[in-house]
């Protein structure tokens, strides 16, 4: 049953996913890296580079793109006479990074080394993220080394060894619904050969 707010176009938002996906990323590599190579939870999250200074492993979502495997999408049917606007396919580009800035129990080159080479192995071995019944993949995103210096100058901060994910393809439903009334009845004229003339 479709509800009056949903006849007048729209649905309530669902559950943020780009959190549920962060958090999931999240969980799959600090299984992967505790207590291996950090000590704590705390010591990995999704944070901003230089945002804070608390955590030795950072995660980043600093891109987002459309992608679209099968040409333009189509509209999702909900019920006979209801549609919802098209989805979108989305590719989330992440950057895992070790924090330099680390105040306490400072980071060190190899300190540094230690932690990429753990998460590559994480990432390497990754079954896919679920999402809703929707298979997320993980790998790795190559980008060419001027677009990470453009990425770093954009984030205020020197260009330091790292590893760029791509998590997709991740689903947006729309919020948008429209109702396509259903046809009750058809009537056809039609005249017999010869008598159109007449």
């Not at 890296?33 to 010591?43: H, I």
């Amino acid at each position: 049953m479709v509800s009056d707010r949903e006849m007048e176009g729209w649905v309530m938002s669902e559950e943020p996913i780009f959190e549920r996906i962060g958090n999931l990323l999240l969980e799959r590599l600090r299984g992967e890296l505790v207590p291996a190579v950090l000590n704590q939870e705390d010591d990995i999250k999704l944070t901003h580079p230089g945002a804070e200074t608390d955590y030795r492993f950072g995660v980043f979502l600093h891109d987002i793109e459309e992608v679209r495997p099968y040409g333009p999408p189509s509209s999702v049917r909900v019920s006979e006479d209801t549609r919802r606007h098209p989805d979108r396919l989305l590719a989330l580009h992440f950057l895992l990074y070790a924090n330099r800035k680390v105040p306490f129990d400072s980071m060190g080159g190899l300190d540094e080394m230690v932690l990429l080479e753990a998460a590559m192995r994480a990432v390497h071995s990754m079954e896919p993220l679920e999402v809703d019944d929707q298979k997320v993949k993980v790998s790795f995103h190559e980008l060419p080394r001027n677009e990470k210096t453009a990425l770093s100058q954009s984030l205020s901060s020197p260009l330091q060894p790292a590893a760029y994910l791509t998590l997709e393809p991740v689903k947006i439903p729309s919020t948008r619904i429209r109702r396509t009334p259903q046809v009750r009845e058809v009537q056809l004229t039609t005249t017999r050969k010869g008598d159109a003339g007449k």
